[in-house]
């Protein structure tokens, strides 16, 4: 697909890696609908997708609810006048121990922290990709593109059972897809990011920080937009669907 031109809808756009994928397209003469909570976070990320050369709009949208996501795909459809893309990014984390024994007493992960993000980087990949694929269909759209943002803690990741067991979701949801939605040429694919420079990051202790990066062969932090430029090649090669990509420096 080349992208000049399409509408490609990217959750979680406020900031981090959401924002270096949107302001990517953008800068490829992309249309972006951004997606996120924060209007003053979504503001910036606009004004940098038209500083970049493309057009962008925000929309406030909570993905894990059913009603938001289907009047953003109809309010997408109407401001733009098509759907072609959506990048699945959204994602929060609750991070914590399944059980943990300390002094003879035993703490668990509660329900909360397990359904909160189960809601929003499961449930809000569902909902996005389908209501996505729905509108692809109804246009009848030449070509169709979606992309999970998986990660590398999909494989297990210490003290995230809930945000492991999600990540690993939506990547075998991408290949699910991708044999479902052939038929309409619409592609599917997952990009799954490493340890990458974004503000959680930043505001680690320093000694903590150099530890990932010393885990990391390259020894370096990915940037947001080497993985804009992953799901980017995942949109402009029409050969590819239902697989996911680890970029990561070479961590896994």
Same mark, same amino acid.
């Given at each position: 697909?080349?992208?000049?031109?399409?509408?490609?809808?990217?959750?979680?756009? *406020?900031?981090?890696?959401?924002?270096?994928?949107?302001?990517?397209? @953008? /800068?490829?003469? #992309?249309?972006?609908?951004?997606?996120?909570? +924060?209007?003053?976070?979504?503001? &910036?990320?606009?004004?940098?997708?038209?500083?970049?050369? *493309?057009a962008?709009?925000?929309?406030m !949208?909570?993905? @894990?609810r059913?009603?938001e996501?289907?009047?953003?795909?109809?309010?997408?459809? #109407?401001?733009?006048?098509?759907?072609?893309?959506?990048?699945?990014?959204?994602?929060?984390t609750r991070?914590?121990?399944l059980?943990?024994?300390?002094?003879?007493?035993?703490?668990?992960?509660?329900?909360?922290?397990?359904?909160?993000?189960?809601?929003? +980087?499961?449930? *809000?990949?569902?909902?996005? /990709?389908?209501e996505?694929?729905a509108? =692809?269909?109804?246009?009848?759209? &030449? &070509?169709?593109?979606? !992309?999970?943002?998986?990660?590398l803690?999909?494989? *297990?990741?210490?003290?995230?059972t809930?945000?492991?067991?999600?990540?690993?979701?939506?990547?075998?949801?991408a290949e699910?897809? #991708?044999?479902?939605?052939?038929?309409?040429?619409?592609?599917? /694919?997952?990009?799954a990011?490493?340890?990458?420079?974004?503000?959680?990051i @930043? @505001? =680690?202790?320093?000694?903590?920080?150099?530890?990932?990066i010393?885990?990391?062969?390259?020894?370096?932090?990915?940037?947001?937009?080497?993985?804009?430029?992953?799901?980017?090649?995942?949109? &402009?090669?029409?050969?590819?669907?239902?697989r996911?990509?680890?970029?990561?420096?070479?961590l896994?």
């Open positions: 697909m080349n992208v000049q031109d399409k509408v490609i809808v990217v959750t979680g756009a *406020g900031r981090g890696l959401g924002r270096g994928i949107a302001t990517l397209f @953008a /800068g490829k003469g #992309a249309k972006v609908a951004c997606v996120d909570l +924060n209007q003053d976070d979504l503001d &910036e990320t606009v004004r940098q997708c038209e500083a970049a050369g *493309g962008g709009k925000a929309y !949208v909570n993905v @894990a059913e009603d996501v289907e009047k953003l795909f109809t309010d997408v459809v #109407a401001d733009f006048g098509s759907l072609h893309g959506l990048v699945n990014n959204a994602g929060i991070d914590g121990l059980v943990k024994a300390k002094d003879g007493e035993i703490t668990k992960m509660s329900l909360q922290q397990w359904q909160a993000v189960i809601d929003v +980087n499961l449930t *809000g990949v569902f909902l996005c /990709g389908r996505a694929a509108k =692809m269909i109804e246009l009848g759209v &030449e &070509e169709g593109v979606i !992309v999970n943002i998986s990660s803690a999909r494989q *297990g990741s210490f003290g995230q809930n945000y492991s067991a999600a990540k690993a979701g939506v990547a075998a949801m699910s897809w #991708a044999k479902e939605l052939a038929r309409y040429n619409i592609r599917t /694919g997952a990009v990011p490493g340890t990458i420079n974004t503000d959680m @930043a @505001a =680690m202790k320093p000694e903590a920080r150099d530890r990932l010393g885990a990391v062969p390259l020894k370096r932090l990915g940037e947001p937009e080497h993985i804009a430029m992953s799901v980017a090649f995942i949109f &402009e090669n029409s050969y590819f669907t239902g996911c990509i680890d970029t990561d420096g070479g896994r």
